[in-house]
């Protein structure tokens, strides 16, 4: 049976600008672009987060929950510095590491010696070492498999772990709504409600090709998730599955030519991230995002070889995309 640990950091970029400025401690306090320039909210410390202010909501919203709310532009910088000491904390229990983001990774630490192999013991020497060399505190889930382990480091945020045994993932799991798990995008919560699936016991009772039919391939995974099976491993070498470019406009722009142009000027950085991940990579499908003022969005995709930037256009001025002008562009190719 596997150990898997799932390691996510408190509130980390406002975490460490509380850490590097006492005085933002006990302050509401948010990492984003400022209202004036439609900005988006990327974590809040948890002072802020008791008005209701969260991660990827818009600035002048959060503004509107919190007035007295303290906006910060941001030092990636420093986020990247400290986010590469904990993933060297983490190489000394173990080599099997898969980052998710600057604040999260899986480990798979099934093989290590240290703590006398227990999972338990490891998560929480980490995240004492992450507070002892860093003042940073982290959050923990351990289990048998990743989407669990992932679930449980939310339990007892934050600066707490959960552990899942292996006999307790088959009952953990039947009352758990979809809403949180990992998987459960948003258009697929309401697929699921819809057809009377909250909870992942109703998901157990199912029979997996009725699941097939109605879900797709997807149907598979949610039976799978549902018996508590996951079989992926901790992946050291993840490979990136997209690569995006996206721009907010300080102001709103009313005609397709305006966002034509906008296109334009985003696509050779398109190209050039592209080229960064892997230039030989098979491109599957290619599309434009419009997202608009009321932070509604609208995408048109489409199915192509390479990257082209006429044919990227021609799909933008699908029927349903140029209807109206958005405040953000957005381009992505997905591999």
Not at 70 to 98: Q, V
Not at 159 to 181: L, M, R
Not at 237 to 250: D, I, N, P, W
Request: hydrophobic share 40%; charged share 25%.
């Amino acid at each position: 049976m596997r150990k898997i640990i799932h390691v996510d950091m408190d509130c980390f970029f406002a975490a460490v600008e509380m850490r590097d400025n006492p005085a933002l401690r006990d302050i509401p306090i948010a990492i984003g672009g400022s209202r004036e320039r439609r900005g988006v909210i990327s974590t809040a410390n948890y002072p802020a987060r008791k008005f209701g202010v969260r991660s990827a909501m818009p600035t002048g919203m959060a503004l509107k929950l919190c007035p007295h709310l303290t906006l910060l532009p941001g030092r990636f910088d420093a986020y990247k510095e400290a986010s590469n000491h904990i993933r060297e904390i983490f190489s000394r229990y173990t080599s099997r590491i898969e980052p998710l983001s600057l604040d999260e990774a899986y480990l798979d630490v099934t093989d290590s010696v240290h703590c006398h192999g227990s999972a338990t013991l490891i998560a929480q020497e980490i995240r004492q070492t992450i507070f002892n060399e860093l003042q940073l505190t982290a959050s923990a889930g351990v289990a048998p498999v990743k989407f669990l382990a992932k679930i449980a480091s939310d339990m007892n945020k934050p600066n707490g772990q959960f552990v899942i045994t292996p006999a307790e993932v088959p009952h953990f799991y039947k009352p758990y709504h979809w809403q949180k798990s990992p998987a459960s995008a948003k258009s697929r919560r309401q697929n699921w409600k819809r057809w009377g699936y909250e909870p992942a016991g109703d998901v157990q009772k199912c029979d997996l090709v009725m699941l097939l039919k109605r879900f797709g391939k997807f149907g598979r995974i949610l039976w799978e998730r549902s018996q508590g099976i996951d079989e992926r491993d901790v992946n050291s070498e993840r490979l990136r599955k997209s690569v995006g470019v996206e721009r907010t406009m300080a102001e709103d722009i009313h005609h397709w030519s305006e966002c034509e142009a906008i296109i334009e000027r985003l696509y050779p950085e398109l190209e050039r991230r592209l080229a960064k991940v892997k230039p030989d990579l098979l491109i599957a499908r290619q599309g434009v995002k419009l997202k608009f003022d009321d932070f509604q969005q609208t995408t048109q995709e489409h199915v192509w070889p390479r990257l082209n930037k006429a044919d990227l256009i021609a799909t933008a001025r699908k029927p349903g995309m140029n209807a109206a002008a958005g405040a953000v562009c957005d381009w992505w190719g997905c591999m």
